[in-house]
């Protein structure tokens, strides 16, 4: 008697199990993500990965981070102002940065990666400041946010992030 009511509970405790992982009770995947745009115009982006299956010191979790980004860029005077002309300009390109190596406690392993100024466009060649004025940038726009997972058996596991933008100018 004793035997069968273990048998019955251990093939419940199979099937509880069975359909927990099918409803993704134990999946792996990202329970947070957030960006902004840093006082240099640079993008911070952050994130908490669950179940990955890295993240030990052993193991760390490492992460590969991409966006577009698209500068404005215009011409400020003396004054402190930015003259209603004709010399404001923007640029594109994308980027792609790696992150990590990053642990974590009980599964969760958050991680984060403060671009570089490096990977924000240049002004274009048609932006033309005139006598003491001086160029900068006045507005930046991150899309198309992306962290994965590089490491790990898990690898390739990836997300979208929000996108940020922010008027500068920026230092």
């Given at each position: 008697?004793?035997?069968?009511?273990?048998?019955?509970?251990?093939?419940?405790?199979?099937?509880?199990?069975?359909?927990?992982?099918?409803?993704?009770?134990?999946?792996?995947?990202?329970?947070?993500?957030?960006?902004?745009?840093?006082?240099?115009?640079?993008?911070?982006?952050?994130?908490?990965?669950?179940?990955?299956?890295?993240?030990?010191?052993?193991?760390?979790?490492?992460?590969?981070?991409?966006?577009?980004?698209?500068?404005?860029y215009g011409c400020f005077n003396g004054g402190g102002n930015f003259p209603q002309a004709e010399n404001k300009n923007s640029s594109t390109g994308s980027f792609s940065a790696p992150a990590g190596p990053f642990t974590g406690n009980g599964g969760q392993v958050p991680g984060s990666l403060d671009t570089s100024t490096a990977n924000i466009p240049a002004a274009p060649a048609s932006i033309h400041c005139g006598a003491g004025q001086t160029e900068v940038l006045v507005r930046v726009e991150y899309t198309k946010i992306k962290v994965t997972l590089t490491s790990g058996p898990h690898a390739g596991l990836s997300t979208s992030v929000a996108n940020a933008s922010a008027n500068g100018p920026f230092s």
């Open positions: 008697m004793r035997r069968s009511r273990l048998t019955c509970l251990s093939a419940v405790l199979a099937l509880v199990f069975v359909f927990a992982s099918a409803s993704g009770v134990f999946a792996s995947g990202y329970t947070s993500t957030s960006s902004s745009v840093n006082a240099d115009g640079t993008l911070h982006v952050a994130w908490t990965l669950s179940g990955a299956g890295c993240g030990s010191v052993d193991s760390p979790c490492n992460f590969n981070v991409t966006a577009q980004v698209k500068a404005f």
